[in-house]
């Protein structure tokens, strides 16, 4: 915009202006006193608090093309532990066959520091897993659901009912260890093989998943290809079997929407991200 | 709070302005006529065609004239240019055009830097533009840089950008597009900017111009359509980089937000798919990929 002289380009320095101006990358204020998702103490009706889940190391470099050496996944982790992050997503507990990326997931379990208050969840798509996740220290683990019959099918080869049966075993026996179970609900917003998605489907297995114990249900949008009103009527069917602080949001940006879906989510409900 | 969406947005392209005044290739003459022609042909109802800025200042647009009379003007479409001063005006009428723009700032600094005078010497300057545009039935754009913060001052208050917003409106521009230069604008500070500029000035007679330096822009955007604003700027495929920061991105994609707007039942009147195929072929010409996630993820490569 405007017409900036290029000598003058050249003599601008950003970076310094940006570390001048306090306003800039003003860090959070700190949460209140055990904070409570759902409390609403601001005239704007934002949230006070949104509790951010981190899922780099494991959704992140699960698809990355390259496969990252395990300690250059502890160092990841453990530095992430020091940001203040609430929730750290470690790694999966499922077979190196399908997931390669994810085969150390006992040495990364093991190798990374555990930081007070701050939680480490694992996948877990069945008890064998389960098991081994806890063998190897997890202290929370999360099972991946899906609104899309056939994306069920796709990725792990049974129906939806099929795969909340075997998470149900999952849930019992971390009920029985006090383990805390989180749900993902894949395709909320459109299947790369069904396309639309209704919110009516996503709301039913967000409540199968709910009821067989998970404590939180996030709510993805496989492909991104979600937009603000799309997101809105969703949350709308979800919140009608689900309490508010029970969920949260999980947004690609494949088209670029991710924020503004979010930016929705948090003004439809006070919710996880 | 959320209030209820425009019906309808106006999507601004800024482009072959903004946009390639801000990537480091200059791009020929043929390439910029070709590239406004397919846009026009995307059913966009304002294309920002060139700057009759002195070539000294701004080479990417030296070929303002040439342009100008180059393109094929589509009934229904607006090709509204830059013009800085009345010798600017005077040549983009010349050379066939129908609506001008001018550019003030909320910041003093910024306008200091940018044009090395103040706010209200470059207003003056301005009501030249404005008296001869009005003689000769001209329609005038306003532009308001910085509205959400200033490279070199900093935080801008609301009530300075309502200030010049207003003593740009009563000058007789009958649209303030509101810039966050620098993309450093967030939902928070939108709403407050707005809240405030909409004391002054009508929302129908607003637009927003975000940038999308911060990967806020869509965010910032959606909470300007819930006050009421429905015109929007946006530069196919992102082009246009910050000249502030190196290496990060400019412009919002006019992809994405036409993605986001038809996602929300908002018509726009714009093809989706002819929009991607002229930002393709602005990338190919300029040997650079796209900042469109749209586009990246329509690839087929």
Avoid at chain 2, 6 to 20: F, I, S, Y
Avoid at chain 2, 177 to 189: E, K
Wanted: hydrophobic share 40%; net charge neutral; aromatic share 6%.
């Amino acid at each position: 915009m405007g017409t900036v002289p290029s000598a003058l380009k050249h003599c601008l320095s950003y970076q310094h202006l940006l570390k001048e101006q306090l306003w800039i990358g003003e860090p959070a204020p700190p949460p209140p006193v055990a904070p409570h998702p759902g409390q609403e103490s601001q005239a704007s009706g934002l949230p006070a608090y949104i509790k951010i889940v981190e899922v780099g190391p494991r959704d992140g470099l699960q698809n990355e093309k390259v496969i990252v050496p395990t300690d250059v996944k502890i160092e990841l982790i453990n530095r992430l532990s020091k940001t203040g992050l609430p929730a750290i997503e470690v790694t999966s507990f499922v077979s190196s066959k399908w997931v390669p990326q994810m085969a150390d997931h006992k040495e990364v379990m093991r190798g990374i520091e555990r930081h007070p208050g701050v939680q480490y969840p694992v996948l877990t798509p069945n008890l064998q897993g389960f098991h081994a996740a806890i063998a190897a220290g997890a202290t929370e683990v999360s099972v991946f659901g899906a609104a899309s019959e056939t994306f069920s099918k796709m990725n792990i080869n049974c129906s939806i009912e099929e795969s909340i049966e075997k998470f149900e075993d999952v849930a019992k026996s971390a009920r029985n260890m006090n383990i805390p179970v989180r749900g993902y609900v894949s395709c909320a917003l459109g299947c790369p093989y069904e396309g639309n998605i209704i919110p009516a489907k996503v709301a039913e297995v967000s409540k199968r998943l709910y009821s067989i114990g998970c404590y939180e249900i996030s709510l993805g949008d496989t492909i991104g290809v979600g937009t603000p009103g799309s997101m809105k009527r969703m949350l709308e069917a979800v919140m009608k079997e689900i309490p508010v602080r029970a969920l949260a949001v999980h947004c690609h940006d494949t088209y670029g929407q991710a924020l503004a879906n979010i930016l929705t989510a948090i003004q439809v409900t006070q919710a996880v991200i | 709070a959320s209030g209820a969406l425009p019906k309808r947005v106006k999507v601004v392209e800024v482009g072959p302005r903004d946009g390639l005044q801000n990537e480091k290739s200059v791009v020929p003459t043929p390439v910029k006529i070709s590239l406004i022609n397919m846009l026009a042909e995307t059913g966009l109802q304002v294309i920002e065609a060139t700057s009759f800025v002195s070539p000294k200042w701004v080479p990417q647009m030296a070929d303002h004239t040439q342009v100008m009379q180059g393109i094929t003007q589509l009934p229904g479409v607006s090709y509204p240019v830059l013009t800085p001063n009345l010798k600017g005006f005077q040549a983009a009428v010349a050379a066939g055009a129908k609506e001008v723009s001018i550019f003030g700032a909320a910041s003093e600094l910024f306008t200091k830097k940018n044009i090395n005078c103040s706010i209200d010497e470059s207003l003056e300057r301005f009501s030249e533009v404005m008296a001869a545009a009005r003689a000769a039935d001209v329609p005038v754009r306003g532009y308001v840089s910085c509205v959400l913060g200033c490279p070199y001052e900093g935080k801008i208050s609301a009530a300075k950008v309502t200030e010049v917003s207003k003593k740009m409106y009563s000058m007789g521009c009958y649209e303030i597009s509101l810039g966050d230069t620098i993309g450093i604008g967030t939902p928070g500070s939108m709403k407050e900017m707005l809240t405030a500029v909409m004391k002054e000035v009508p929302v129908g007679a607003l637009a927003v111009h975000c940038h999308d330096t911060y990967g806020q822009a869509l965010a910032n955007i959606l909470v300007a359509l819930q006050m009421g604003v429905s015109v929007v700027d946006a530069s196919v495929a992102g082009l246009g980089g910050c000249p502030y920061a190196q290496g990060a991105s400019g412009n919002v994609a006019t992809e994405d937000l036409v993605y986001m707007l038809h996602g929300l039942g908002i018509h726009t009147g714009v093809d989706l798919q002819k929009l991607m195929d002229a930002g393709t072929f602005i990338c190919n010409a300029l040997n650079r990929r796209t900042n469109s996630k749209v586009s990246q993820a329509s690839c087929r490569l």
